[in-house]
Structure formats: C-alpha cells, structure tokens
C-alpha cells in the first residue's frame, strides 16, 4: 500500500489537476508538451499544440526522463471517458455515451482522445482533442440477456464503455441465463386474465392493508426466471401461480373476505368485483339491486356500483344506493320504461322484489 500513498503524495506535490498529473507521473517527461497544452488550456488538434517552452520544460523537470509520448496516449489517460470513435464524418460517440461534433479545426480519425467537450444548445462539441489508436487496454466483455419474442436471446459484447465494438449471439447455459435473466422486472412477464385479476386484487390489499400484503411486482419471481433460462417460453409461464405463491400466510386465509372477488346482490346473483382502478367495483343490472339501501364496502372502501341497462348499458354509478333510488332513479325510470317495457320499473324500488328476469318471467 506504501506505493499508493507515495503516488497519491507526488500527485499531490503535482501544481495541475489530478487527471493531468496521473497522466504526466505514468509517462514521464515524454508527456510533458501535452500535458502542457493541457494545463494551458489550448484546444484544436492537440498532437500539434504548442504550449510556452517554459512551461513544458518546469513539468518535464517534476518527472522522469522518457521518450515522447503521442498526445492521444496522454490525453486518453487523463480523459478515458472522452475516447470517441467516429460514426460518420465528424460525428464521434464518446465513450460516456455522450455524442458529439468534432470542431472544424481538427481532422478526423477513427479514434480520438477528447480533452475539451463543450455542451452547446444544438449539442456537444469536441474542442480539443488528439488521434489516438484503439485503446485495447480499455476493451470489456460482457454478456447480456435479454427476452425476444418470449424467449431468451444472449449477446456477448465488447465494448470501450458505452462505445460497443463486437456483439454476437450467444447461447447460455441455464444457470448463466438464470443470472443474466435476473434483472427482469415484473412487467415483462405476461398475465393472463385471470393471472391480471388477481394482480388487482392483491394491489387493492398491499394500498389497504400494507404489510404483510407485498407489493406484488418486487416479489420473488426466480422459479419463473429459472424456467425461462431453462427453454420454457415466456407465455407458457404459469403466472396466476406465481402471484398465489407471494401470498402472506396465514393472512392469505383472509383474502376472500378482505377482497371478495364477488358481490351478492339482492336478485341472488354474484356479480365480479373489479379492482383494476384500485377501489372496488361492480357492474350490474339496475333490477337486481331493488331494495338495496346502503350499498357495500370491501376494506372500507366503498363498492361503486356501475347499474346498466336491460341491454348492459350505464344507467348510473354510484357508491351511495339510498340517495340514488331517492332521487337520479326517478328520471332514469322515466326514460327507460318505454324502451325496455318487458323488464320491471316500480315507482318504489326499496321494496320491489330484485330480478335478473323480464316481467313475464318473474
């Protein structure tokens, strides 16, 4: 550890920026008219600045002798995440992901090393900078994964940060597909209607009651993950099991009655209780509601009630049933009697008997 403090002193003892004198101790005096054209702050084509003679001659005496150095090395030492390559033209990416025009002062080259980025309206402009060859040194490979069309596609690349050199598919074994897979997020995964339903009643349950109830979408989805890696398509997934396995026991013995998936009404029927908009509703006949007074809560939220028409289509939505049938009822029963004349419209719908059926029928 002691030649780490020793470098970290000398840089300290270094009048420059740390990036410019990491530069000047790794390369010596070599790199001293660079390193100058640096600390003078010089921009254009920087492997033909020429910086105050003086001032190249103080840096070159802090170092060790050596022979020159290009100034691509030097400035690609000093600025790693400023090495660009060229996409077309005098347009470069960098290698922090940041694209930008090279300044007409300089000519192109496949690779440079940027020392001067200006961020401009119209975008970022490389200022100062110096050809530089490809830093093989910096190469990284890295595999990644990723879901197409429901199945697992792996792509091994090479890349100088966000620069990528090489990509080429690759197939994984379970277990790297399983790790490379690992950052799925929930929403990848496909439910079917069923799987989505209970989704909305379990977000209903982790707004109303919190804890023990999970948000569902941070929950443990590795079985699935492990089967996907394992050949098994995305679709084929079994996620309504997926969902019932984040449940909280013993409170998961309460969920029915904390979050019903349905709703008796008067008339006899079940009507489904929706959940999808985070409160609970129901959609059904206006008939087969009579002589229902309060109306119903689920968690303490309120149920709101969407009654339709004979035909399915909404009447009215409420969540208060007595200021209803008190009131709006009356209007709607004025309109609907002569269109639908078969199905019952009693002047009193707190005591007239709740049906699914038409008159003839009751």
Not at 99 to 119: F, G, H, K, M, Y
């Amino acid at each position: 550890s002691n030649t780490i403090t020793s470098h970290g002193r000398r840089l300290a003892a270094m009048p420059m920026a740390p990036r410019l004198g990491t530069a000047l101790l790794r390369y010596g005096s070599g790199a001293a008219p660079t390193v100058a054209a640096l600390t003078e702050g010089l921009s254009g084509d920087l492997s033909r600045a020429r910086a105050p003679k003086k001032v190249t001659e103080r840096l070159a005496r802090l170092v060790d002798t050596s022979a020159p150095v290009p100034a691509g090395d030097v400035v690609a030492t000093a600025f790693p995440e400023w090495v660009a390559k060229q996409l077309d033209g005098r347009e470069y990416l960098l290698a922090s992901g940041t694209r930008a025009t090279l300044d007409s002062s300089i000519t192109p080259t496949e690779w440079i090393a940027a020392a001067e980025v200006q961020l401009t309206r119209s975008g970022a402009i490389i200022r100062a900078a110096a050809p530089t060859d490809l830093p093989t040194d910096r190469i990284e490979e890295k595999t990644t994964a990723s879901l197409v069309d429901g199945k697992v596609r792996a792509r091994r690349t090479t890349a100088i940060g966000a620069i990528e050199l090489t990509s080429t598919p690759v197939t994984l074994n379970p277990a790297d597909a399983a790790e490379a897979l690992a950052g799925i997020t929930f929403d990848q995964f496909p439910l079917t209607e069923k799987a989505q339903a209970l989704k909305h009643r379990l977000d209903f349950l982790h707004a109303q009651h919190g804890e023990p109830w999970p948000d569902v979408t941070q929950g443990d989805y590795t079985p699935e993950i492990q089967q996907l890696a394992n050949g098994t398509p995305l679709k084929s997934l079994d996620m309504h099991a997926a969902l019932m396995r984040q449940l909280p026991w013993p409170e998961a013995a309460r969920m029915d009655e904390l979050a019903p998936e349905k709703l008796a009404v008067p008339s006899g029927s079940h009507a489904r209780i929706d959940y999808s908009t985070g409160r609970p509703i129901v959609r059904v006949k206006l008939q087969e509601c009579f002589g229902m007074v309060g109306g119903a809560s689920i968690s303490n939220v309120p149920v709101l009630f969407h009654l339709l028409s004979p035909a399915g289509r909404e009447l009215a939505v409420t969540d208060d049933l007595a200021s209803f049938w008190n009131g709006p009822y009356h209007d709607v029963r004025k309109e609907m009697r002569g269109r639908y004349p078969k199905h019952p419209w009693p002047e009193d719908p707190w005591t007239a008997q709740a049906t699914a059926r038409t008159k003839n029928r009751m």
